[in-house]
């Protein structure tokens, strides 16, 4: 599976839209794009995923390039709770299931008041 | 449905015990996965299962660890003999076939503390 590319940490005004990027410019052509977070100490949670069109849904948006090599999660107006570790993870879906989730360190994301 | 169900959600031992960690799926997934976090590690795949089958079992680290699934409700995960470098949370996490493709639940996690 692909590898990805995350800064390691991202500050983010409260009420302000949070951009955090990642790059995965290996990703293949079967590979889909899945954002996962974990607040502290709990276990992480689902956010999105998409292939190559941008996804929407009630907690976030996605956004991938056209060439796939990169995508940008988008928290439109984050509060405090959104303060967590964000992961970006690039892998194939094997027909509604992916044994193969890796995770990488993902993005400290810290909201800030 | 009350989620993915994770017994001890914690456990302090002493080297060389063993120690079984339990899980129950959310009802109706058909596939189980668990993984450990570590702060040096990060969170890693450790075995799934499809179907009460394990699928593919190649992070677990060694021969200490096993996992079964007797029945689509629940699973354990055994270290013997366990050793403080096992010392980890313990997350379990389930999906179903039906549910969005990707889409993972997962337990609270087990921390375990090995003396």
């Known amino acids: 599976d692909a590898k990805t590319t995350q800064p390691p940490s991202m500050d983010c005004a409260e009420g302000r839209a949070a951009n955090l990027p990642c790059n995965h410019s290996t990703i293949s052509g079967n590979e889909y794009v899945y954002w996962y977070r974990q607040i502290h100490s709990q276990g992480p949670q689902y956010i999105i995923h998409?292939?190559?069109n941008n996804e929407t849904n009630e907690m976030a948006s996605l956004i991938i390039t056209e060439d796939r090599k990169s995508s940008t999660l988008i928290l439109p107006h984050a509060t405090l709770r959104d303060t967590a570790v964000y992961y970006c993870i690039v892998s194939r879906n094997y027909g509604g299931s992916q044994g193969n989730l890796i995770f990488g360190k993902g993005t400290k994301l810290s909201v800030k008041p | 449905d009350a989620g993915v169900i994770q017994s001890p959600r914690h456990e302090v031992t002493e080297m060389g015990q063993e120690v079984t960690l339990r899980c129950k799926p959310i009802s109706g997934h058909d596939y189980l996965f668990w993984y450990r976090q570590t702060m040096m590690r990060g969170l890693e795949l450790l075995i799934y299962f499809n179907n009460n089958v394990p699928i593919d079992d190649s992070g677990m680290p060694e021969d200490r660890f096993s996992a079964k699934m007797p029945n689509a409700s629940f699973s354990t995960l055994k270290i013997q003999p366990s050793e403080p470098r096992d010392s980890a949370v313990y997350f379990c996490?389930?999906?179903?076939?039906?549910?969005?493709?990707?889409?993972?639940?997962f337990g609270e996690g087990s921390r375990l503390t090995v003396l």
């Open positions: 996490a389930s999906m179903g076939w039906l549910e969005k493709s990707g889409e993972l639940f």
């Open positions: 998409g292939l190559k």
